[in-house]
């Protein structure tokens, strides 16, 4: 089966910056997509940032400018650097891979899963 590990949440004061990274992990042959979302109290999850990949990439409005995502293929990683967090961005970090394919009992299946979301808080 596919894990996705989450890590680099915390706690921050406004105008601060984290790194958070999600690994998949299992026998996985290929992901079309990885992305973040997040859930602040109360609210739905929102999508924060998508790709990149063929698709290009994404962004929420409330953020772009100040996240970047990137990936890294090879270890199956995606990473959200978060610049000038504002007290608004307080929220759970959830990583999603669409798209996994992966082997398990020479078989093929696909997928998609998510973290177990990471806590991120910025203090005013």
């Known amino acids: 089966q596919v894990q996705l590990v989450e890590s680099g949440g915390g706690l921050v004061q406004a105008g601060g910056s984290l790194r958070l990274s999600c690994a998949a992990s299992?026998?996985?042959?290929?992901?079309?997509?990885m992305a973040w979302y997040r859930q602040a109290p109360g609210k739905q999850r929102e999508l924060v940032a998508r790709?990149?990949?063929?698709?290009?990439?994404n962004y929420a409005d409330s953020v772009k400018g100040r996240f970047t995502i990137s990936r890294d293929n090879a270890k199956n990683t995606v990473y959200l650097q978060m610049n000038s967090l504002k007290p608004e961005d307080t929220a759970v970090y959830y990583c999603?891979?669409?798209?996994?394919?992966?082997?398990?009992?020479?078989?093929?299946?696909?997928?998609?899963?998510w973290g177990q979301g990471t806590q991120v808080t910025v203090s005013s």
């Open positions: 299992g026998n996985i042959f290929s992901i079309i997509v």
């Open positions: 790709g990149p990949s063929t698709g290009g990439t």
């Open positions: 999603y891979a669409g798209g996994v394919t992966y082997n398990t009992g020479g078989k093929y299946y696909t997928g998609d899963y």
